[in-house]
């Protein structure tokens, strides 16, 4: 029954994105999340791929956006998305926030900020988080949401403390490096949310990861919304 619900979710996303005018360019495709095409293809697809987390990235502010505004958001996260794919050890993706505007979710392994176990940053990673403050500073008006996550060795209470204390530490240096704190919010999922199956080494080595997500903040929107052809 999962899957049926699962197949006909797509189906129903595809139609819509098959209906909809040309969505090839990144700006157009602004617009579509603004609108309420945009509704639907939040619900949808970060429903079903992101596991409903999709529909919660970053901080609703109520009321309805227009696809004018999708478009101009749109084109500044498509700019800071290829200054941040330009940072070696980064995965960068486009995802859809609360307000069904594009948003983008970076994800670092475990393994290039941290040592086994560690919350602490190794030197390794650090010049990798510095470029990516000196993105974030380009564009203040956006909210950055820190997610930390582990495999499943160890209990969950242990986990959840190193998930927290894993984002904790990202946020600690990125405001060392200029970010400011609150812009920022932090928080440990020990392994709830797996992408990978933990009962095999590589698995588990996907599990540990750090992801990041970058969101357009009130500012950024009313900027837009006012900026936007009437």
């Known amino acids: 029954m999962k899957n049926l619900k699962s197949l006909t979710a797509l189906l129903l996303c595809s139609t819509i994105i098959l209906s909809s005018c040309s969505t090839t360019k990144n700006s157009t495709k602004g617009g579509l999340l603004g609108g309420a095409g945009g509704a639907l293809l939040g619900a949808g697809v970060g429903a079903l791929i992101g596991h409903g987390k999709g529909a919660a990235i970053g901080a609703a502010v109520g009321g309805a956006i ?24 980064a995965k960068v993706e486009t995802v859809t926030d ?47 949401t820190i997610y930390g996550h582990t495999d499943n060795k160890g209990s ?41 199956d933990n009962a095999t080494e590589a698995g588990r080595t996907q599990n540990r990861r750090v992801e990041i997500y970058i969101t357009a903040n009130k500012q950024m929107i009313e900027q837009a919304q006012q900026a936007a052809p009437k």
């Not at 894993?166 to 709830?192: C, H, I, P, Q, W």
């Open 98 to 144: 609360a307000n069904n505007l594009q948003a983008i979710k970076v994800t670092f392994d475990s393994g290039i900020l941290f040592t086994t176990g560690k919350s602490e940053l190794n030197t390794s990673s650090k010049a990798a988080l510095i470029k990516f403050a000196n993105t974030l500073k380009e564009t203040p008006e956006t909210d950055i």
């Open 156 to 196: 969950h209470d242990m986990n959840f403390v190193l998930s927290n204390d894993r984002a904790a530490s990202v946020a600690k240096y990125l405001n060392t490096n200029g970010v400011a704190n609150e812009r920022m919010k932090t928080e440990g999922k020990a392994f709830d949310e797996p992408v990978a």
């Open 66 to 89: 227009g696809a004018g505004t999708g478009v101009i958001v749109g084109k500044k996260m498509d700019k800071q998305k290829a200054e941040l794919e330009k940072i070696q050890g």
